[in-house]
C-alpha cells in the first residue's frame, strides 16, 4: 500500500495568516492526489483534485501543488470558517489511502 | 442534483456481520464506481473498496476476506457486507461517488452524511 504522511498533525493560525499543509507519499503517485476538508459530524468535502485543481464552488484562498510524492495545500489567508480537519487522498493505484488529517483551529 | 444515504443497523454484536446500505437519488447508479469509507472515532479516513454498477469489485487488502459488497440497478441502491466484526470495527461509514464517470481514480465529490456503526455487545 501506498502510505500518506501529513505534517503538521495539528496547528493553530491567526486569522489572515497563510496556512500550508504538507502530504508526502511513500512512492510516486504522478498527481493523483486530492485534499478535503472535513468539519465535526460532517462529511468530507473535496477541496483540491489531481493536485492543484480547484473544485468548483471552494474558494480561491485554497491551492495546492505537488507531484511525485511532495505536496501542499495552502489557505492564502485563513478565515474563521477554515476551522476544520484536512486530509489528503492518492487515488494512483488501489487500496486508496488516506493521510491521518491535520486538525486546524484559530489561535 | 444527486444525493446519498447509509441506512442500517447502528449497534451490531461481536462476530456478527455490519450490513449497509446506500440508496442513489436524484442520478442513475449507471457507470460509477461506488466507494465504502469508514473512520473510526477521532481516527483517519479508511477507504473500505468499490463496486461498479456493473457488479466489479475491489476491496481494500486489508478487509477484503470479510467484505462483500453487491450493487442493485432496479433500486439505485448499492450495499456493504463486513463479517466477524470487532470493537475495531466501531466507525463512521460513508458512501461515496467519484467525480468522474467510469473510473475509480476520481476524487469522490459526493458523500453520504454517514452513519455510525458502534460493535458492542
Known amino acids: 500500500d501506498i502510505q500518506m504522511t501529513q505534517s503538521p498533525s495539528s496547528l493553530s493560525a491567526s486569522v489572515g495568516d497563510r496556512v500550508t499543509i504538507t502530504c508526502r507519499a511513500s512512492?510516486?503517485?504522478?498527481?493523483?492526489l486530492n485534499w478535503y476538508q472535513q468539519k465535526p459530524g460532517k462529511a468530507p468535502k473535496l477541496l483540491i483534485y489531481a493536485a492543484s485543481s480547484l473544485q468548483s464552488g471552494v474558494p480561491s484562498r485554497f491551492s495546492g501543488s505537488g507531484s511525485g510524492t511532495d505536496f501542499t495545500l495552502t489557505i492564502s489567508s485563513l478565515q474563521p470558517d477554515d476551522v476544520a480537519s484536512y486530509s489528503c487522498q492518492q487515488t494512483f493505484i488501489t487500496p486508496q489511502t488516506f493521510g491521518q488529517g491535520t486538525k486546524l483551529d484559530i489561535k | 442534483q444527486v444525493q446519498l444515504q447509509e441506512s442500517g443497523p447502528g449497534l451490531v454484536k461481536p462476530s456478527e456481520t455490519l450490513s449497509l446500505t446506500c440508496t442513489v437519488s436524484g442520478g442513475s447508479i449507471s457507470s460509477y464506481y461506488w466507494s465504502w469509507v469508514r473512520q473510526p472515532p477521532g481516527r483517519g479516513l479508511e477507504w473500505i473498496g468499490y463496486i461498479y454498477y456493473s457488479g466489479t469489485t475491489n476491496y481494500n487488502p486489508s478487509l477484503e476476506s470479510r467484505v462483500t459488497m453487491s450493487v442493485d440497478t432496479s433500486t439505485n441502491q448499492f450495499s456493504l457486507r463486513l463479517s466477524s466484526v470487532t470493537a475495531a470495527d466501531t466507525a463512521v461509514y460513508y458512501c461515496?461517488?467519484?467525480?468522474?464517470?467510469?473510473?475509480?481514480?476520481?476524487?469522490?465529490?459526493?458523500w453520504g452524511q454517514g452513519t455510525l456503526v458502534t460493535v458492542s455487545s
Open positions: 461515496a461517488r467519484p467525480s468522474r464517470l467510469a473510473t475509480s481514480a476520481a476524487p469522490f465529490d459526493i
Open positions: 512512492q510516486s503517485i504522478s498527481k493523483y
